[in-house]
């Protein structure tokens, strides 16, 4: 591959700015981020960011299947990227420059049902170098109309819905703490995208314990969702050899081979993992069964980018997550620190981004929007991105007890957020969940979503349960 | 409406406590440190909790952003006759403030100029093979350095024997204060001092109810551009988390560990963590 290197030239006045290669072009027309800046890659002044957009807008869609960022030689995830390229789907846009491609994706052409049919003639890099030319209301609009729906337990991503992961870490994997989280979450109508939970110790024993808890609560409340704990891929592949009850198969994972080789794993690994979790058949009206978390500057702090931006590297880590029909995907967003992410400003966009890259390539895109103490950003920044994504139609964001995870300190989004987001722009959960919901007399209305003053006798007991263990 | 189902929602909506709905599952706070059973106004989170909330954050902010005082620091540290008989050194390294600290962990890492010099100049003047640097940086909480580091090294310095000539004991060097420093800081520290072994004191990225935590780094023959993959980690030492007496018998025990062996970090692991060791070792008479 990369028949072609091109050097890119552009005059304003009688200042010419030149760029060497498409990835540097790629960088330089990024939005501005502290991550891209440490990388050295970033556009120097504002001047030279909106030239570097103007010289993209006029690159031809088709130049990225031969001037890969990323050699096929070098890098598994080019080739995934190349090999599985659909031809055909491409044939729509393919005569589309990345400037008319914005275009495109804004007017009456782009249906949600050409949308579908073309995302597999879009590569991850066609994907980020568009949306590095959008405004975030562009980003926005056209998430809206892609639709991405999975389903396990329960049918995730319907347009006017939003699920959301019940996260109950706990910083010493207390059984009794967990449940109380848990607990406290289901009775906040929370949980129907996944039981999730980190595990502060990673092994396979612990994810075991965790496995069969979770496993129990779901089967004893019949309650219409999945479980997960988030541990290595070769964990669970070991936990599902040693007959563990694994719903969901969890994996970080990055856009370069050289991310996925410093998270401990290559393709074939995840490929293995995902015929064991099939082999399970656990899922009762649908069969996806993998769970991915990505975020930009995962390569860069890896060493593993290539000098190609955050954000296309994100965008390449979608074309990881497509190969294997994830359930669920998200970027936890604010996680990964100031010195990727500075501030609220950067956070909210870099979720938008990598939101609408995930659904423009067919990806079933959530989003842990989140932030550390040491980001200049607060619980403000978090409504404003929460609200956005909801308006974006994005699948499912957390749900933590206080916005405060007392295991990994850092704070996302509350399942008090969760009920803001439907109550405010009339989304709802999961439709299997939301009749559960309603089974048990956790949720007393259809409408503007309102919870009941008492709580459910069922749950009434195992309150007493717990408090007496 | 008549005027008495007026009166009897007037009076119901200046009740404030009817715009709250409590959860009676509160109690098994007992269980968990997690924010549950909050309660509710409508759907939201009441405006207790909301306070709370932002109390913890702007807590947790100040403590990243408030500077390290080197004053305050140096005369808790020399307060201890350990550290005032090995002297005290402040360093910066080549982030200039905050900002740059932020966003440029890479400057974090080395010292600049003027600090190198200081140490080249110690090395110089004693010319001593030192078999410890104990390195104390701000890193994201000053406010944990303040809180914790002359309490822990109390514990640690008597440990290693540094006040008596035995063989097992260790030759410490002077203690280095850094500011605006970042974990692997020690390691060129180590190596500017010659050496043995770096053990970094650092302020951890602040938690809501934690932000005054302290880690501890060690590094076995310190250099530069060292991973944690060659480092053991000791973390959440404060006065609501580890105590300063467990974690001094957990770094002694690593320290002397990697003094036999000749390594830290990965190989070194499995070992410190062995439970019935450190089980022992604390049933032994003080």
């Given at each position: 591959m990369n028949k072609g290197r091109y050097s890119f030239h552009h005059s304003v006045g009688s200042k010419t700015y030149h760029f060497n290669d498409l990835k540097e072009l790629m960088a330089k027309a990024t939005p501005a981020r502290s991550g891209d800046r440490l990388a050295g890659l970033a556009a120097s002044n504002a001047e030279e960011r909106v030239v570097a957009q103007m010289v993209l807008a006029e690159v031809p869609l088709k130049r990225f299947l031969e001037d890969t960022l990323i050699p096929y030689e070098d890098d598994e995830i080019t080739r995934l990227i190349i090999d599985e390229h659909n031809k055909a789907a491409f044939e729509p846009i393919s005569h589309l420059t990345v400037g008319d491609f914005r275009n495109w994706l804004l007017s009456?052409?782009?249906s949600t049902e050409m949308l579908t049919t073309i995302r597999s003639g879009i590569t991850p890099e066609m994907a980020a170098a568009v949306s590095k030319i959008m405004r975030n209301q562009d980003l926005i609009l056209v998430s809206k109309t892609c639709q991405v729906s999975t389903a396990f337990r329960n049918t995730i991503g319907l347009p006017g819905h939003l699920s959301t992961r019940l996260q109950p870490n706990h910083p010493t994997d207390d059984l009794t703490g967990i449940a109380a989280s848990i607990l406290d979450g289901l009775l906040y109508a929370n949980g129907d995208a996944v039981i999730g939970i980190n595990p502060a110790t990673d092994n396979v024993t612990q994810t075991r314990r965790l496995l069969d808890m979770t496993n129990e609560l779901i089967e004893s409340y019949e309650i219409p969702t999945q479980s997960c704990v988030l541990t290595h891929v070769t964990n669970t592949i070991e936990a599902i050899e040693k007959n563990a009850p694994v719903d969901l198969v969890f994996q970080s994972i990055g856009g370069t081979q050289a991310t996925n080789d410093s998270f401990g794993f290559n393709l074939s690994t995840l490929a293995e993992a995902h015929d064991a979790a099939l082999s399970l058949n656990r899922g009762t009206i649908g069969n996806n069964v993998m769970y991915f978390e990505t975020g930009q500057g995962s390569s860069l702090s890896a060493n593993a980018?290539?000098?190609?931006?955050q954000q296309t590297c994100e965008a390449r880590a979608y074309a990881v997550a497509r190969k294997f029909n994830p359930l669920l995907v998200n970027t936890v967003v604010g996680f990964i620190g100031p010195e990727y992410l500075y501030d609220g400003k950067e956070i909210i966009r870099a979720g938008l981004e990598d939101h609408f890259c995930g659904k423009l390539l067919g990806v079933p895109m959530g989003c842990d929007v989140c932030y550390t103490n040491h980001a200049d950003a607060d619980q403000n920044d978090m409504d404003n991105l929460l609200t956005l994504l909801g308006v974006a139609g994005c699948n499912f964001i957390m749900g933590i007890p206080g916005s405060d995870d007392i295991m990994l300190n850092y704070q996302t989004t509350s399942f008090h957020d969760a009920l803001y987001a439907r109550r405010a722009m009339g989304l709802r959960p999961a439709p299997e969940f939301e009749a559960w919901l309603h089974k048990l007399e956790i949720a007393n209305d259809h409408n503007s979503f309102s919870l009941n003053s008492h709580v459910p006798a069922l749950f009434n007991d195992s309150i007493k349960r717990l408090a007496g263990s | 409406m008549s005027k008495d189902e007026q009166n009897k929602q007037a009076q119901t909506a200046k009740n404030s406590e009817a715009s709250v709905t409590d959860n009676p599952w509160e109690r098994l706070r007992a269980f968990t440190d997690a924010r549950i059973g909050l309660g509710r106004a409508g759907i939201s989170i009441p405006t207790k909790h909301s306070l709370a909330f932002q109390l913890a954050h702007a807590k947790a902010q100040d403590a990243v952003h408030t500077p390290l005082s080197f004053e305050n620091i140096s005369t808790d540290l020399n307060a201890l006759k350990e550290v005032s008989d090995l002297g005290t050194l402040a360093l910066n390294s080549q982030a200039k403030n905050r900002q740059e600290y932020l966003q440029r962990p890479d400057f974090g890492r080395l010292l600049n100029d003027p600090s190198c010099e200081l140490l080249n100049q110690d090395q110089g003047n004693k010319n001593i093979d030192y078999d410890l640097a104990i390195v104390v940086v701000d890193g994201l909480s000053a406010f944990a350095i303040e809180q914790n580091a002359a309490p822990f090294l109390a514990e640690l310095l008597p440990r290693l024997g540094a006040?008596?000539?035995?063989?097992?004991s260790w030759n410490i060097a002077p203690i280095c204060i850094v500011e605006q420093g970042r974990v692997a800081i020690g390691d060129h520290i180590g190596t500017l001092l010659n050496a043995k072994s770096v053990l970094v004191l650092i302020g951890e990225r602040p938690g809501l109810s934690s932000p005054d935590s302290m880690g501890l780094y060690l590094t076995w023959s310190p250099k530069l551009n060292l991973t944690d993959a060659s480092r053991n980690c000791i973390s959440n030492i404060r006065q609501a988390g580890m105590g300063y007496s467990e974690a001094a018998q957990k770094a002694t025990y690593l320290l002397n560990e990697a003094r036999i062996k000749k390594l830290s970090g990965v190989q070194l692991k499995d070992r410190s963590e062995d439970e019935s060791f450190l089980e022992a070792e604390t049933k032994k008479p003080a």
């Open positions: 009456d052409l782009a980018h290539h000098m190609v931006d | 006040r008596e000539a035995l063989s097992e």
